[in-house]
């Protein structure tokens, strides 16, 4: 099964994820990684499952890449689509945004006829406010903040790995 990861970076933390975590997990799939500058109208078009990275920056924005392309993202057709949100920010210096952009690319994903998978337990996390959060249980997606959690990313990344397999029975 193919997934198409796409990702924006500007510090290399979330490219950080992808290789030292991410890629060893999705071992099992065939795994084409896409940074946001290159990726291209057909990229959505001929993939049907998606894992996307996306770094949340200050008070809530996009990181820069995602910035620059979310305007052609909102066009999407993202019907029969499944996709997964992983995302990096920061619960102590930012913790009224915390992981924002998960929750900014889930609301144009699901508007635009996407099925999200691979939502997240909101347990361990202490943070003030966050666009991530899908219910009182849930984020829409896998939080990181390699900034004060880094020892918990290798496990968080294990298991959410194993839960989008089951959701999408591999």
């Known amino acids: 099964m193919k997934i198409k990861l796409i990702f924006g970076t500007d510090t290399g933390n979330t ?13 099992s799939f065939e795994v084409e990684v896409t940074e946001v500058p290159d990726v291209t109208p057909e990229d959505w078009e001929q993939n049907n499952l998606f894992v996307i990275g996306v770094p949340t920056w200050y008070d809530g924005v996009l ?3 995602w910035e ?14 499944t996709v997964a949100l992983f995302g990096l920010g920061d ?18 994903i699901i508007k635009n006829g996407g099925k999200i998978i691979g939502n997240w337990s909101r347990e361990g996390y202490e943070y003030e406010g966050s666009k991530a959060v899908l219910n009182e249980d849930l984020f829409y997606g896998l939080p990181i903040d390699e900034d004060n959690e880094d020892d918990l990313t290798q496990e968080r990344c294990q298991k959410w790995v194993e839960q989008l397999k089951k959701e999408i029975n591999v």
């Not at 619960?91 to 144009?108: H, P, R, S, T």
């Open 68 to 81: 620059d392309y979310f305007d052609d993202f909102k066009e999407i057709n993202f019907t029969g689509k």
């Open 63 to 65: 990181q820069s890449d």
């Open 91 to 108: 619960q102590v210096g930012y913790a009224e945004w915390f992981c924002d952009g998960i929750g900014i690319l889930a609301e144009v």
């Open 15 to 27: 490219d950080y994820v992808i290789e030292t975590y991410l890629l060893d997990l999705l071992e």
